[in-house]
């Protein structure tokens, strides 16, 4: 059974920056595609960003040029670097594996942008 988990949600404040990582024990996260979605109450998910095998990076306008989706293939581990974060970043965060034909989630992670 896949598992997917994040780690390193938390409480940031206006311009800050946090950094959230996703691991799937026992797949070698380097021959799939992962994404990053979150999704506020009331509002449909929303992909924020993905990294193919090939190392192809996709970002949504709204968080162009302050996040950075990456692969660490040392620790197996697929991060989300959030620079510059906004109240509107608020959001409950996941990692997505593309998994056999299905999309895979995780549990998700709190991620809340306030002073």
């Known amino acids: 059974q896949v598992q997917v988990m994040e780690s390193g949600g938390g409480l940031v404040q206006p311009g800050g920056s946090q950094g959230l990582s996703c691991s799937v024990p026992?797949?070698?996260?380097?021959?799939?595609?992962m994404h990053w979605y979150r999704q506020t109450p009331g509002k449909e998910r929303e992909l924020v960003a993905f990294?193919?095998?090939?190392?192809?990076?996709h970002y949504a306008n709204s968080v162009k040029g302050r996040f950075t989706i990456s692969r660490d293939d040392t620790k197996n581990t697929v991060n989300l670097q959030m620079n510059s974060l906004k109240p509107e970043d608020t959001a409950v965060y996941y990692c997505?594996?593309?998994?056999?034909?299905?999309?895979?989630w995780g549990q998700g992670t709190q991620v809340t942008v306030s002073s």
């Open positions: 026992g797949l070698i996260l380097s021959i799939y595609r």
């Open positions: 990294i193919t095998p090939s190392g192809f990076l």
């Open positions: 997505v594996v593309e998994y056999g034909g299905d999309l895979v």
